[in-house]
């Protein structure tokens, strides 16, 4: 019953997350597995038996002169670890290990999903919105878009709300990378041979923007400069780029990666001249070997997915609320036909990363039946020492006839029962 009322909610919570990643509505059926439920229900049936008719033929099988030793023993004490190590305590005690290597399981997602969060990401979310648009769902070139871009971007510039706006083909947190291998420009393409005081090529994101989006994401220029509008939208433009240090550490270990000139594998091979180098910053909360960055003029690195960045001014709560509400409002205004997908502030778009949202999941899952588990193992002591203390009763009464204080009978069962 529990799960045929919880598959609704816990459906729906997933779907919702889903569409935040996937950008598409998704509809589930759900319904349970009636073979699952069987197969439940008839080990429930056996269980019950099992552990209802294992204690009856014990009983059954009672010898006196055993039960007389046995009662013997446990007046003078050395039946004390028989007693502990009873078939009832044991399976308390793996019960009780059990639950909590589920709960211990929770805690790790849990911390994994908290650590996630105070990561440094090197860039500033608190005053940002970011717009994700897709052309390739409208009948435009590449040519148009990028003219349809400009515009808007001029034109949000202008609000006096806006403190810088930009676009780019990748963002941090939009669990969809493009990557290409680079190199050196005197670097072989085949990275099997040749020079082997080259250093070898590596694999970076490759993400095409406009001047001012490092400044829109508070992302410093370590040394050289930004791109110019013309470098951005003209395709005829001398070939520049900008890298990460982590990139230029790797391409230029012993020399100054600024002024040198680099390529890409798979694009058309042209030779790149490195203009500027600024600082890390993730792209992803999990992320564990080291990344590199290759940033292109947005001409050189279009594709029809785009990523708005705006800064606001003020950075409150209310005003980063209202300045996403007049942000659609423009840009309904500019064009109305802008193939908007997700249009929200930068910290709800990077809190629902899917390797921050899948740890969080974990920590939920596992703590839902951590909590389950610990439940049922705390009613298995009770009813375990519950059995005992009727057991005892006798002995409980010798103890206060003898002077015992409730008190100490209360402390002598808690003991036994913490142990």
Request: a neutral charge; aromatic letters at 8%.
């Amino acid at each position: 019953m529990i799960s045929f009322w919880t598959n609704e909610a816990m459906i729906s919570a997933l779907a919702d997350a889903l569409e935040g990643i996937t950008h598409a509505s998704l509809t589930f059926q759900p319904a349970l597995a009636m073979t699952v439920v069987g197969l439940t229900f008839a080990a429930c049936v056996v269980a019950t038996l099992w552990f209802g008719l294992a204690p009856a033929l014990r009983a059954s099988r009672r010898d006196v002169v055993t039960d007389i030793k046995a009662n013997g023993a446990s007046a003078t004490g050395t039946g004390k670890w028989n007693r502990f190590f009873a078939v009832r305590n044991v399976l308390v005690m793996a019960q009780i290990a059990l639950s909590l290597g589920l709960l211990f399981s929770a805690s790790l997602f849990l911390r994994g999903a908290l650590a996630a969060s105070d990561i440094p990401l090197g860039f500033e979310e608190s005053d940002g919105v970011v717009t994700e648009m897709d052309f390739s769902l409208r009948n435009v070139t590449p040519a148009e878009a990028q003219s349809s871009v400009a515009s808007l971007v001029g034109q949000i510039n202008a609000l006096p709300a806006v403190q810088r706006a930009a676009v780019s083909t990748q963002t941090p947190m939009s669990n969809s990378e493009i990557d290409r291998r680079v190199m050196r420009a005197d670097a072989p393409l085949e990275q099997s041979g040749g020079d082997a005081d080259v250093p070898e090529g590596a694999v970076a994101l490759y993400a095409g923007i406009s001047p001012g989006y490092f400044e829109t994401l508070s992302v410093r220029i370590l040394r050289g400069r930004d791109f110019t509008e013309s470098e951005s939208r003209d395709a005829l433009a001398p070939r520049v780029a900008i890298i990460d240090t982590s990139l230029a550490q790797k391409l230029f270990p012993a020399g100054d990666a600024l002024g040198q000139f680099v390529r890409s594998a798979g694009a058309d091979g042209a030779e790149m001249e490195i203009v500027g180098i600024v600082g890390e910053h993730r792209y992803e909360f999990l992320q564990v070997e080291p990344t590199y960055r290759l940033f292109v003029p947005l001409v050189h690195g279009y594709s029809g997915r785009l990523f708005m960045q705006t800064r606001l001014r003020d950075s409150s709560s209310a005003s980063v609320s209202a300045g996403v509400a007049s942000l659609r409002r423009e840009m309904q205004r500019v064009n109305p036909d802008l193939p908007v997908l997700k249009h929200e502030p930068l910290n709800v778009f990077i809190n629902r990363d899917a390797s921050l949202w899948s740890a969080r999941l974990g920590a939920m899952v596992f703590g839902l039946f951590g909590t389950v588990a610990l439940l049922l193992s705390v009613l298995g002591v009770y009813c375990v020492k519950a059995y005992a203390v009727a057991g005892r009763t006798r002995e409980i009464g010798i103890r206060c006839a003898l002077g015992a204080k409730p008190s100490d009978i209360i402390g002598l069962v808690m003991v036994q029962g913490a142990r």
